[in-house]
């Protein structure tokens, strides 16, 4: 079994920031893309962010500039670092990976639970 655990959501107010964490464990041989989306009351589940496994990255332009992905390989973890948060950054974050398992030919996609960030004004 594969899971992603992402920790690190919560309250903050306008301007402040936050630090997402997800860690992938199980029988893991190697992961790719690892990224991070977000789904707001009433509308459809976004990207946010990803970043390579040579450590590339893209962002959703909302985000630029505020928010920054970084992950360890050596720890199958990524991390969401967000900065000057407003109101529209409002919503439950996922992770995202694309894992290939031990002794599987082909990568899969794997989901987190999600974490709640709520920003107040």
């Known amino acids: 079994q594969v899971q992603l655990v992402e920790s690190g959501g919560g309250l903050v107010q306008t301007g402040g920031s936050l630090r997402l964490s997800c860690a992938a464990s199980?029988?893991?041989?190697?992961?790719?893309?690892m990224g991070w989306y977000r789904q707001a009351p009433g509308k459809q589940r976004e990207f946010v962010a990803g970043?390579?496994?040579?450590?590339?990255?893209n962002y959703t332009d909302s985000v630029k500039g505020r928010f920054t992905i970084s992950r360890d390989n050596a720890k199958n973890t990524v991390y969401l670092q967000m900065n000057s948060l407003n109101s529209e950054d409002t919503a439950v974050y996922y992770c995202?990976?694309?894992?290939?398992?031990?002794?599987?030919?082909?990568?899969?996609?794997?989901w987190g639970q999600g974490t709640q960030v709520t920003v107040s004004s």
């Open positions: 970043i390579s496994s040579g450590g590339i990255t």
């Open positions: 995202n990976a694309d894992i290939r398992r031990a002794w599987a030919r082909a990568t899969k996609d794997y």
């Open positions: 199980g029988r893991i041989f190697s992961i790719n893309d």
